[in-house]
């Protein structure tokens, strides 16, 4: 009997290796597949992400639902079927969210800015309040106050950082904000006197109350609610005082007394 030695070939086992980024809550985690394999070819991935999600593309992205630590294992196999195993572990930190309401929109009043983020130790809020002016707050007092110096619409940003991580995760909310700036006016027509005309020259209003008394203004009973309404003077009265409340649609209101003698 012949025998012949044949060569025996060890091929060259796939070295797996992946690289990744720690992320904030909500964010894709890329993982870069950057195994390699000696006179060969990888032709197939494996990932298990840890959160019982996984995948077969090279290099994948992955959203995680929750924080915490996850094991990602990583299993490559070449083209003669070698294979190779590594798992690392990646962190997905805590990313805080971003909301906010106010309670008012009237010029000159200070607006409250009620802030309805997550919450946490080490959470800082920046506002920016769309007219070259900015805050910070932190607990516990995270809500901010502001005054504005001229009506108009304001794009009112807030971003809560939180500072806890190393990678200070954030989460910005932007919203729209008009300040309402009423001015209440009228004219007084005493051509028809005892019966007098009341013009109604309010700026920004909707909505009007009309009282023959100072002291009576916001609470007491008004004689009119009409935009132009009369006035009967009685003649026992030397002089007399109309009043005007003039409101807008969201209530911001102003007001302005005459007299008539």
Do not use: M
């Not at 915490?68 to 590594?86: H, R």
């Not at 010029?107 to 997550?118: E, Q, R, V, Y």
């Not at 649609?249 to 005459?258: H, Y």
Request: aromatic share 12%; with cysteine; proline share 4%.
């Amino acid at each position: 009997t012949d025998t012949k030695t044949l060569p025996l070939k060890n091929n060259a086992l796939p070295l797996a290796s992946f690289t990744n980024n720690n992320v904030c809550e909500g964010q894709a985690n890329i993982f870069n597949n950057t195994s390699t394999v000696t006179n060969d070819i990888i032709i197939s991935s494996n990932w298990n992400f840890g959160d019982n999600n996984t995948s077969q593309l090279q290099s994948p992205q992955h959203v995680y639902a929750d924080t915490g630590a996850y094991n990602v294992q990583l299993i490559v196999t070449s083209g003669f079927g070698c294979k190779d195993t590594i798992q690392n572990t990646i962190q997905v930190y805590f990313n805080p969210i971003a909301d906010f309401t106010y309670n008012s929109e009237c010029l000159g009043t200070a607006i409250a800015f009620n802030n309805s983020s997550s919450t946490g130790n080490g959470i800082i809020y920046n506002w920016n309040f769309g007219d070259n002016n900015s805050a910070t707050t932190a607990r516990p007092d995270t809500f901010a106050t502001h005054t504005y110096g001229q009506s108009g619409t304001y794009t009112v940003t807030l971003i809560p950082d939180d500072t806890t991580t190393v990678l200070t995760c954030r989460d910005t909310i932007r919203k729209s904000l008009v300040v309402q700036d009423v001015t209440a006016d009228f004219d007084i027509d005493e051509t028809g006197a005892p019966v007098y005309q009341l013009t109604n020259k309010s700026v920004q209003a909707t909505r009007y109350e009309w009282y023959d008394k100072k002291g009576q203004l916001l609470g007491s009973n008004p004689f009119s609610t009409e935009t132009n309404p009369t006035y009967r003077f009685s003649r026992d009265t030397i002089q007399f005082d109309i009043c005007l409340v003039a409101f807008s649609p969201d209530d911001c209101w102003d007001s302005i007394c005459k007299s008539v003698y």
